[in-house]
């Protein structure tokens, strides 16, 4: 008996220590590259940035995405819901069973009313919490969502303005805050607006983690949700801090002010090695093109000028420039995605071919094509546009390509991105740089693609026009079986780069540094992490 | 005086009109569009539309500007486009946070200058008036995001004995004066300190220089007045002007540096500008630059009165 007591004694420490990191560990300090703290009320600003740390740790959404993984693309999973299917007889009509037992922060409980009421936040303007200010930040991410009705306690039923299938990926956007504690807020408050503003001071969600401390502009503090739903956060705390500077991120981490940097710049990324601080990346559904216009005024009309420009840029060397942080773009989505389908032109560097196809289209390094492009000096998610957009222009002349550049402010450029190049703000413009995200179809192929998308309507800035587009998007909009959905959209995807309707140039490859202390980090193929795995050592 | 004060403060009236319609205006004439603050870039027309709508952007501009107007001047300097947070509650805790890095840096700035500059004035053409000249010169030249970028380098990354950013381990909202918070203001302080210090020195140099020449200066030495009891005549002479200068670049300091603030992540008025006008946040820029603007007349006004006070010669209309 004695000798067991003191096997256990001298087991117990070892013990304790295994199981730690499932145990609340630690304060995780994160330096995030926006100005301000993303907005809390559910419905984040700031880009994808704010669905990451103030979107996803505090709130859940009916689908999510599989953040759980670095070695494969991530996908939608369940989230709030558990399951869901498109009604056979009507195909507007969408089922979401939803997951039981799940509270919000303020324990008040999750089901259908809290769906319908978290629907009506952004689609009804005639509902007593409807909230301008999220409708920009919401129904963008989900074009053809329209309403919501109770169907049971547990299920819901959420209708389209068309047929699709792209809807429970779109839904990751849609985060659910507590009904009951907006109304608590709303009790005190002497206005709807006034109310959505109390409740982002003090939110309530689903998620993983609580906000339990918020200085606007300075800090958030959340602290880990033991009352979750799902597996539980490693870390106790985590402390977003809006650092905007690259410079200042990279000292900050540096002297031990925080444990976490989005974003390091390049040039900083040997010094941080050399400090031991941990660099992690991976390719992100991100794409950073130049995005030509079709009207027959511009050179870019001519499929055979687009494969030129796909074929003469060497991505390896702009890969070089950048210290190894981007993955050449081949297309929107790599070989091996689920979307990228099988394109028959293959892009790559070939510099002969290249300058073979701008021979066929009447043009050479006597006669050279001139290209205008509008792009921008900075921005989000722009990774390092003028050293980039100057690498490409240098490297084009040497197959006969003349590059203008156009640089503008990224806001303006924003801007002109809905306009066209058709109009005035396009100022002459054969092609625009603006970086986009390929997490969902909609955003990543429809909006560029779809005859119906052109501007002003959306971001189809080049005013492609093409009946055999608009079919491909009908198909894949149509197919509500995933494995049919992402044949049709890997069909898509094929016929884009067969045509070349984007100059494919860069994936970033998100960045982030981190100390050493720092254990349990995934860095999944995507825009978003889990907070859920980092802990302190 | 007391007329003199009415005048001043009804002069700000139209002064705060006019910067108020320049800055909308700006903003308007400004490429970019101002949804971008509330939707995303990829949001489709109809949601852009909208928002434009609910947000009341879709008016014509004078009305939009006479709304504005009308709530500032019942004291509702309106909400962010970006975040819909009360403009002067953000406003507010900025101001108080620029307000103490700009009288960190005036303290360290002007009697750095004055002392520099007196010496260098009084021991003009030695080498005490070359080293202080050096260094005025090297303070107004020297960039100051810089020298910021430099000091973090230095102190904090490679030294770690100061903080590189924040304003304070809790942030500024519970800033107290003990040393775990006064140490996150002391690289931004004398980063930001260094232009005030050069042309105060200079200006302090030129005047006492100027006044030690005067004949008043022969008569007090012929008085057999002591050097230290001449040095406070000409103190005395030499304040009103010395004081016209600190107190302009007093406002410039509270104004905030944006690259300073920026830096350092300094959450001051700077810093509130700084993204306010990436983001197109139309009535955070407007309702910062009209308080900022009013603060900079204010204090014109009491370095006014101050130098009156001073020099009896100097007389108001």
Known sequence: MRLRHMLMAALLPAALLASQPAAAQGTIRIGMTAADIPLTHGQPDQGFEGNRFTGIPLYDALTAWDLSRADRPSTVQPGLALSWESDATDRTRWIFRLRPGVSFHDGSPFNADAVVWNVRKVLDREAPHYDPRQVGLTASRMPTLRRAEKVDDMTVALFTSEPDSLLPINLTNLFMASPTHWERMRANAASAEAAWNAFAASPSGTGPFRLTRFVPRERAEMTRNDAYWGEKARAERIVLLPIPEANARTAALLSGQVDWIEAPSPDAVPQLRARQMQIASNPQPHVWPWQPCFLPSSPLSDVRVRRALNLAIDREGLRTLLGGMMQPALGTYPAGHPWAGTPSFQIRTDKAEARRLLAEAGFSPQRPVTIKVQISASGSGQMQPLPMNEFIQQDLRSVGINIEFDVIEWNALFTNWRNGCGHASARGAHAINVSFSAMDPFFSLVRFWDSKMAAPVSNNWGMFNDPRFDRLVSEARNAFEPAARDAALGRLHAAGVDEALFIWIAHDVGPRAMSPRVRGHVQPQSWFVDLRLPFIQ | ?317
């Open chain 2, 1 to 317: 005086m007391l007329v003199y004060l009415v005048k001043r403060v009804l002069y700000a009236i139209p002064i705060a009109l006019a910067v108020g319609f320049v800055c909308f205006m700006l903003v308007q004439i400004a490429p970019g569009d101002p949804i971008n603050a509330i939707v995303p870039p990829d949001a489709p027309q109809e949601v852009v539309e909208q928002v434009r709508r609910d947000y009341g952007l879709d008016k014509p501009l004078p009305v939009q500007f006479a709304l504005w107007l009308g709530k500032v001047v019942q004291g509702d300097l309106g909400r962010s486009l970006a975040t819909g947070r009360p403009v002067w509650g953000d406003l507010s805790s900025a101001i108080g946070n620029t307000l103490t890095l700009a009288l960190a840096a005036s303290l360290i700035g002007f009697v750095l200058g004055c002392v520099l500059g007196g010496l260098a004035g009084t021991f003009r053409g030695s080498i005490l008036d070359r080293v202080a000249t050096t260094f005025a010169v090297a303070g107004v030249s020297v960039p100051h995001y810089w020298l910021g970028m430099v000091l973090v380098v230095v102190f904090a990354v490679q030294l770690p004995w100061l903080p590189a950013m924040g304003a304070g381990p809790g942030g500024s909202a519970d800033w107290v004066w003990d040393w775990a918070h006064i140490q996150h203001l002391v690289l931004p302080a004398i980063t930001l300190s260094v232009i005030p210090m050069g042309i105060v020195t200079r200006t302090v140099r030129g005047i006492i220089a100027e006044i030690m020449n005067q004949e008043f200066v022969v008569a007090l030495r012929g008085k057999g007045l002591t050097r230290f009891a001449i040095f406070l005549h000409v103190v005395k002479n030499a304040a009103p002007n010395a004081l016209a200068v600190m107190g302009l670049q007093l406002g410039y300091l509270m104004g905030g540096s944006i690259l300073v603030e920026t830096v350092f992540s300094w959450p001051g008025t700077g810093l509130l500008l700084n993204s306010a006008i990436f983001q197109r946040d139309m009535p955070v820029l407007q309702g910062t630059i009209l308080v900022l603007a009013m603060f900079f007349v204010a204090l014109n006004l009491f370095v006014d009165l101050i130098q009156t006070t001073l020099d009896p010669r100097i007389k108001r209309a």
